[in-house]
Antibody, heavy 124, light 107 residues
Framework: QMRLQESGPGLVKSSETLSLTCTVSGGSITNGLYLWTWIRQPAGKGLEWLGLIYPTGVTHYNPSLNSRLTVSIDTSKNKFSLDLRSVTAGDTALYYC????????????????WGQGSLVSVSS | SELTQDPAVSVALGQTVTITCQGDSLRNSYAAWYQQKPGQAPLLVSFGLNNRPSGIPDRFSGSKSGSTASLTITGAQADDEADYFCNSRDTSGHHVFFGGGTKLTVL
């Protein structure tokens, strides 16, 4: 059974770097059929896609993050990570990692498996 | 690209309800739909043209017309009360968007 688990500090100071790790179990992170993604959700609000990484290490990011984001992958540990630099109060949210698949001949991005989320607060 | 959803929709128990997701990116892609209940991670319920993950009841169905994707719940149950989000990809295929979400109330 595929399972994803986020881990990292729950509190980060403003202007510092938010770092989270997603540990994948029940399958290999090197499987070329899947993409590994980060999504966040401020309290009471909607979902925001942050970025994704292929097993090869190729990444794509949400342009709104203004180059503050780096997603990396450690295939030896079956984990992938997020580093968000220069955080502000606006980065306070529940951060999810998820496994994505592409279906419909490339026209569907589908998030099949999600972690339970890691709540991160940014303090001044 | 943006995806627009109605903020709130209500349906009487046992009736049919359609939740929509509108955006230009949907002209060249399909939507996936997620159900999110309070305190839980989103759950994939439909994607593309009426595809469902195993374990999702067949009362959930997805469709698309032009730039609008729809999730239809036929015979809504009390357990279907939740927030519903859509997502699609952009034309490059490298970026993903979510709709703002629709809060479904079952009366």
């Amino acid at each position: 059974q595929m399972r994803l688990q986020e881990s990292g500090p729950g509190l980060v100071k403003s202007s510092e770097t938010l770092s989270l790790t997603c540990t994948v179990s029940g399958g290999s992170i090197t499987n070329g059929l899947y993409l590994w993604t980060w999504i966040r959700q401020p309290a009471g609000k909607g979902l925001e896609w942050l970025g994704l990484i292929y097993p090869t290490g190729v990444t794509h990011y949400n342009p709104s993050l203004n180059s503050r984001l780096t997603v990396s992958i450690d295939t030896s540990k079956n984990k992938f990570s997020l580093d968000l630099r220069s955080v502000t109060a606006g980065d306070t949210a529940l951060y999810y990692c998820a496994r994505a698949s592409v279906f419909c001949g490339g026209d569907c991005y589908v998030f099949e498996y999600w972690g339970q989320g890691s709540l991160v607060s940014v303090s001044s | 690209s943006e995806l627009t959803q109605d903020p709130a929709v209500s349906v009487a128990l046992g009736q049919t309800v359609t939740i929509t997701c509108q955006g230009d990116s949907l002209r060249n892609s399909y939507a996936a739909w997620y159900q999110q209940k309070p305190g839980q991670a989103p759950l994939l319920v439909s994607f593309g043209l009426n595809n469902r993950p195993s374990g999702i009841p067949d009362r959930f169905s997805g469709s698309k017309s032009g730039s609008t994707a729809s999730l239809t719940i036929t015979g809504a149950q009390a357990d279907d009360e939740a927030d519903y989000f859509c997502n699609s990809r952009d034309t490059s295929g490298h970026h993903v968007f979510f709709g703002g979400g629709t809060k479904l109330t079952v009366l």
